[in-house]
């Protein structure tokens, strides 16, 4: 079955240095994607990178990047200069092979930067 | 319209009482999946949609759950007999047929059954 794993469920970072999420992934497709949400305590998703799996550099978007590992079956967000504003709980998500291309959600990291 | 719409945005309602939750998907988007955020949860899949038809049922947790989409366009999602174990935020996310990463969610709609 696929999976996405979130070990970290909370993680402290000063403004203005990187963070590392981590996110791990289990599944038998070999055409997969694999994305960043962030939900800021108003509750909205917002997309913030994506990374299909035949993708050969790691994506990146502005101060996002996607550090892409498919041998080890990894996808761990990095934030570079992180600011006060990225306090927020963050999701792994790979979208599902098959007809219906849903997407499978991990159980979050929440993120806390610190002034 | 611009993005995803859910209405309404909060609902309370007591146990054993039905409730309907609607999501306007982007226009033209084809595809439309539901899905329960339940407390410090990540995202649990519910139900998808392409065009008016829900081809992948298989998340919704019990036949007190069903949702129907309309025109290609709107979609409701009710819970008959409200559970206390309902209460969580359903968010709905549209994509356009064609793409493999173009997911839109909505803001949710945050239920809670007292």
């Known amino acids: 079955a696929q999976k996405i794993t979130q070990t970290q469920p909370g993680m402290f970072v000063q403004e203005k240095e990187a963070v590392t999420l981590d996110c791990t992934y289990d599944?038998?497709?070999?055409?997969?994607?694999l994305f960043w949400y962030k939900q800021p305590s108003s509750g909205e998703m917002i997309f913030l990178i994506y990374?299909?799996?035949?993708?050969?550099q790691n994506a990146t978007e502005g101060r996002y990047s996607l550090n892409f590992q498919k041998a080890r079956k990894s996808a761990n967000l990095v934030i570079s200069a992180s600011q006060l504003g990225d306090s927020a709980m963050y999701f792994c998500?790979?979208?599902?092979?098959?007809?219906?291309?849903?997407?499978?959600f991990g159980t979050g990291t929440l993120l806390a930067v610190q002034p | 319209g611009a993005g995803v719409s859910q209405s309404p945005s909060n609902k309370v309602t007591e146990k054993g009482k039905d409730v309907e939750l609607r999501c306007d998907p982007i226009s033209g988007h084809t595809a439309l999946y539901w899905y329960r955020q339940s407390l410090g949860q990540g995202l649990e899949f519910l139900i998808y949609f392409q065009g008016n038809s829900a081809p992948d049922k298989s998340g919704l947790p019990s036949d007190r759950f069903s949702a129907e989409r309309t025109g290609g366009s709107v979609s409701t999602l009710t819970i008959q007999r409200t559970q206390q174990e309902d209460s969580a935020v359903y968010l709905c996310?549209?994509?356009?047929?064609?793409?493999?990463?173009?997911?839109?969610f909505g803001s949710g709609t945050r239920l809670t059954v007292v």
């Open positions: 998500a790979m979208r599902e092979g098959g007809a219906t291309n849903k997407l499978i």
């Open positions: 599944t038998s497709d070999q055409s997969y994607g």
């Open positions: 996310a549209s994509r356009e047929g064609g793409s493999h990463y173009g997911y839109t």
């Open positions: 990374q299909g799996s035949y993708d050969e």
